[in-house]
């Protein structure tokens, strides 16, 4: 860090407790997740709720309390969708969701958006592709009105 052109000031941030940067609310929440561990947060700003869940696989697929009070009502949900269903049972050590995970999340917490992002390096653009129809029907199928987007290079969405 000290050989970075800038200042860069590290603050920890605990689990649960917000914390106030540049006018926007943070809060964190350790997903049940993989040999690792890893940590979900909630960006809150004018109003509006962006979180982001990279690595938010677990055992049986539902988030923790923790975790779903940080998704409730999120204006745009992240998440790690990796797998399909079937291919997240074969790699349940590593802690990663599947987009069904993800939509059934996004679907729970009333999340207006959710991009799908972190999928398995061996999906071709094909796959890719098939995962965001696969969550848009779960998501018809549970009646919801979720608007799901799968992430991609150069993609920019406004929140």
């Known amino acids: ?3 970075m052109a800038a200042t860069i000031a590290l603050k920890p941030l605990e689990e649960g407790r917000p914390m106030e940067v540049a006018g926007a609310r943070i809060t ?3 997903s049940r997740t993989g ?3 890893a940590f979900a947060f909630r960006i809150e700003e004018g109003g509006r709720a962006l979180v ?3 690595h938010a696989g677990s055992e049986g697929g539902a988030p923790t309390a923790a975790m779903r009070a940080l998704y409730r009502n999120a204006d745009v949900l992240v998440h790690d969708s990796t797998f399909t269903g079937e291919d997240k049972r074969r790699y349940q050590d590593r802690g990663l969701a599947s987009v069904d995970d993800a939509v059934d999340a996004a679907v729970a917490a009333q999340a207006r958006k959710l991009v799908l992002f972190h999928y398995d390096q ?3 653009d094909p796959e890719v592709d ?3 129809e696969r969550a848009r029907q779960r998501a018809r199928d549970a009646g919801a009105t979720l608007e799901i987007v799968g992430a991609a290079e150069g993609k920019t969405l406004a929140v």
Do not use: Q, T
Request: charged letters at 15%.
């Open 1 to 3: 860090i000290r050989n």
């Open 52 to 54: 982001y869940a990279g």
């Open 35 to 37: 040999p690792m561990g």
């Open 28 to 30: 964190a929440s350790r």
């Open 122 to 124: 061996d999906y071709a």
């Open 130 to 132: 098939g995962l965001v």
